[in-house]
């Protein structure tokens, strides 16, 4: 089992859908989470971070965050074009020093 | 803004040379990482440092090196390139509460 795990898409949705991602970690004393967002070719891009239960939301984005269920997802709302992109889940864990650990993403087209 | 430079995009490097990718940042980080991302694997933690002179190794050091003379610099090494090292590199620094910001990332090919 993966520690970080994501489906790898691709996810299409239309332009103005929301576009959901989803992320399940496997150890639980994870503390941080990340939703990183990858145009092609070019450099992961921090996007979102969360650190408790419940829901966090910038802009058009909403990340959640169930520590129970060890499950973080990422809400797209209005969806468009320019969000079509690979979206890393990363989750940072602190015991006997930290470790982040990276999904291999999910790969998200928003139709015109 | 946090602005971390990798020395270059592209790079063809040859069987058996020894390769440096430089990493620098522009701001005090104590904390800097470097990976590798290919298909289909995600990102991968190759070595990390937490201060100068000061590092540490990853998932998958085997065939790199690393070396932090200086705070705002941080440089991989391969010290004898292989085909299995042809991947996009990148280098990191860590702010605020674990979030991580990239550089632009360097496009290794071996051949």
Not at chain 1, 84 to 111: E, H, P, Q, W
Not at chain 2, 87 to 107: H, K, N, V
Request: a neutral charge; glycine letters at 8%.
């Amino acid at each position: 089992q993966k520690e970080v795990e994501q489906n790898s898409g691709p996810l299409s949705v239309p332009e103005g859908a929301i576009a959901s991602l989803n992320c399940t970690y496997s150890d639980r004393v994870s503390q941080s989470f990340f939703w990183y967002r990858q145009y092609s070719g070019k450099s992961p891009e921090l996007i979102m971070s969360i650190y408790s239960n419940g829901d966090k939301e910038d802009g058009r984005f909403t990340a959640q965050l169930n520590k129970a269920s060890q499950y973080v997802s990422l809400l797209i709302r209005d969806s468009q074009p320019s969000d079509s992109a690979t979206y890393l889940c990363a989750v940072t864990r602190n015991t006997g020093g930290f470790k982040t650990i990276f999904g291999a993403g999910t790969r998200l087209f928003v139709k015109a | 803004d946090v602005k971390v430079t990798q020395s270059s995009r592209y790079l063809v490097k040859r069987t058996g040379e020894k390769v440096f990718l430089e990493c620098v940042q522009d701001m005090d980080h104590e904390n800097m990482f470097w990976y590798r991302q290919d298909p289909g694997l995600g990102l991968r933690l190759i070595y990390f440092s937490y201060d100068v002179k000061m590092k540490e190794k990853g998932d998958i050091p085997e065939g790199y090196s690393v070396s932090r003379e200086k705070k705002e610099r941080f440089s991989l090494i391969l010290e004898s390139a292989s085909t299995n090292q042809t991947s996009m590199y990148l280098c990191a620094i860590q702010d605020g509460i674990y979030e991580q910001y990239f550089g632009p990332g360097t496009r290794l090919t071996v051949t």
